[in-house]
């Protein structure tokens, strides 16, 4: 886990990117199974990938500190 957050500022911007696509895909997805009673994959998805990367960030700011101390 020690290089899990090994990444650069543009390649997090990347992942931030790539996930507020993925996320509003997501979301449209969802909308066309909005008849639906069933929780969705794209429902899911739309939740998942912005509190992952929120998540993710968190650890990522961390491992920057922590490298800025030693």
């Given at each position: ?17 790539f996930g507020a696509i993925a996320t509003f895909w997501s979301l ?43």
């Open positions: 886990m020690k290089h899990l957050y090994n990444i650069s500022k543009v390649q997090l911007i990347t992942l931030w990117v449209e997805k969802a909308s066309y199974a909005h008849y639906s009673a069933d929780f969705t994959v794209a429902e899911f998805m739309a939740w998942f990938i912005p509190l992952a990367l929120f998540f993710y960030t968190l650890g990522w700011r961390d491992r920057q500190k922590r490298n800025k101390k030693s």
